[in-house]
């Protein structure tokens, strides 16, 4: 029973494993929705069901161009830019979600995956005002609403009845475009007036593109009651855009003003252990890194995204009573890159071609927010068929 417990609480971590949305990059919630949870094993077995509920909270302020902290751009005399102006116009992102997980047994190695995810979201942001009179402050706008709706299946490598050490889950899934993708809001302007305007795709509670997302996770004894453990996953989004404008075109590159619907990735790995006479607390510590590439795998590329990673150092905690299991995962970011986007990089190529000097060629990259760190907060309970 102590290995089991033990094999219960490793499966505890990884279905709680999921990607984390980092402000202006916008890496929705995704993927770790394995179902690994059972009274007497570390899989659901044929009929068993699993519902739960995942929340999580952060709130991005922190402006990067590469690796490179813009200061000038945080609200609290961050530091002096340039041009010599404290600037303090970061834009700031404040998310909270919730996922619904249901997961079905169809065997003792398929398991059956639905999350139905509900997001609201404020990004807060800086107006230089130039009419009724020059002034300068800060409002908010929001998006809010239901998500992008994923539904998945899992099967496991290896036998579980077999495998008691360690295992490896596969899983492939679809994520839909019910989230919407062109939420608007009522936003003042400089002149003084205000008018409704498509929100930013960061805060936009879905992408607008049905993806195919591919998953693999799995976990090793390697000493006593000490574990390794990984997981990654990729979401192949090939639709270029979603047809929501962002802005005019730049001059020259007309379709990089309309809204991309982004591919995404998500890698974790590290070590967990159960602690206690008990063997119900189980912690966690783990290395992680998420993020959006600049190019998607497949499907075309002239759109608008902000492309970037972070790389985190993850603790956790879960505890089980019984047929209930709570868990607190803390992801802090200790590295943030917003990387050149496609859109970046036409705009350089574009403006280089004018210029004949080497010396004098110029380098394009946009900047985004990310968050220090988020709140993950997770609940699940089993309904088993096995009354014993």
């Not at 709706?149 to 077999?162: E, Q, T």
């Not at 912690?283 to 998607?296: F, H, K, N, T, V």
Request: contains cysteine; charged residues 20%; aromatic residues 10%.
């Amino acid at each position: 029973m102590k290995k089991i417990i033990i094999l219960l609480s490793v499966g505890l971590v990884l279905i709680n494993a999921t990607a984390n949305a980092q402000g202006c990059v916008a890496v929705r919630q995704m993927g770790g929705v394995t179902a690994m949870c059972s009274e007497n094993s570390y899989n659901l077995a044929k009929g068993d069901i699993q519902v739960g509920a995942n929340y999580r909270r952060f709130h991005s302020w922190r402006h990067f161009v590469g690796t490179e902290e813009q200061k000038q751009r945080q609200n609290t005399g961050g530091g002096i830019g340039a041009d010599g102006i404290d600037h303090g116009n970061a834009v700031n992102i404040y998310s909270h979600a919730v996922d619904l997980n249901f997961s079905y047994g169809l065997s003792g190695r398929v398991q059956l995956n639905l999350t139905l995810p509900w997001v609201s979201n404020e990004r807060s942001q800086v107006l230089r005002q130039t009419l009724p009179v020059k002034d300068t402050f800060r409002y908010s706008v929001f998006a809010r609403g239901l998500g992008d709706i994923r539904v998945s299946a899992n099967y496991w490598v290896f036998d579980p009845h077999k495998a008691q050490t360690g295992n490896l889950v596969v899983g492939l899934g679809l994520k839909l475009n019910t989230g919407k993708h062109d939420v608007t809001d009522l936003a003042p302007q400089s002149n003084g007036t205000k008018r409704i305007a498509v929100m930013d795709q960061a805060i936009q509670p879905g992408d607008g593109g049905i993806g195919i997302s591919v998953e693999v996770q799995g976990f090793k004894k390697i000493y006593k009651s000490i574990y390794a453990f990984a997981n990654g996953y990729y979401l192949f989004n090939p639709k270029e855009s979603n047809g929501t404008f962002k802005s005019k075109a730049d001059s020259g590159l007309a379709g990089y003003n309309v809204y991309a619907c982004p591919d995404q990735y998500f890698a974790r790995a590290g070590f967990m252990g159960s602690v206690g006479k008990a063997k119900n607390l189980t912690l966690s510590l783990a290395g992680r890194m998420e993020g959006i590439p600049a190019y998607d795998a497949f499907g075309g590329q002239v759109a608008y995204r902000r492309p970037g990673y972070v790389i985190a150092i993850e603790s956790g905690i879960t505890y089980r009573s019984g047929k209930h299991t709570f868990t607190l995962f803390v992801p802090y970011n200790i590295a943030k890159n917003r990387i050149q986007s496609a859109a970046d990089i036409a705009k350089q190529n574009m403006e280089n071609s004018k210029i004949s000097d080497p010396l004098q060629k110029i380098h394009v990259q946009g900047d985004a927010a990310f968050a220090d760190y988020s709140i993950n907060l997770g609940y699940t309970f089993r309904i088993s068929k096995n009354i014993n």
